[in-house]
Nanobody, 124 residues
Framework: QVQLVESGGGLVQAGGSLRLSCAAS????????MGWFRQAPGKEREFVAA????????YYTDSVKGRFTISRDNAENTVYLQMNILKPEDTAVYYC?????????????????WGQGTQVTVSS
């Protein structure tokens, strides 16, 4: 079992930055791909970014490339999402997720563990 707790959401003006954190329980954190998803009101949950455990790659949805950076600290069992140049369309609840699936999982059903979510609101 893996438990995930997100933090770092909040209200920010367009162009600003936020860093989300996700603390994970468990002793095999390094063997999980860690991902971030988001869900805006009235929309489906969408993939944002992830860090593969099997090849170490980091990958992003096109709309956040160049603005968001995912990173992880295996010693601290924590994954981060640094979000820069935020836009109003980034407003959503952001969820941290974990999976033991190898490769580059990017679909919701591939992730087996989820945090409770943290709200990010970007004002124009």
């Amino acid at each position: 079992q893996v438990q995930l707790v997100e933090s770092g959401g909040g209200l920010v003006q367009a162009g600003g930055s936020l860093r989300l954190s996700c603390a994970a329980s468990g002793r095999t954190f390094s063997r999980y791909a860690m991902g971030w998803f988001r869900q805006a009101p009235g929309k489906e949950r969408e993939f944002v970014a992830a860090n593969s455990w099997s090849d170490g790659s980091r990958y992003y949805t096109d709309s956040v490339k160049g603005r968001f950076t995912i990173s992880r600290d295996n010693a601290e069992n924590t994954v981060y999402l640094q979000m820069n140049i935020l836009k109003p369309e980034d407003t959503a609840v952001y969820y941290c997720a974990a999976t033991a699936v190898a490769g580059r999982p990017a679909l919701s059903y591939e992730y087996h563990y989820w945090g409770q979510g943290t709200q990010v609101t970007v004002s124009s």
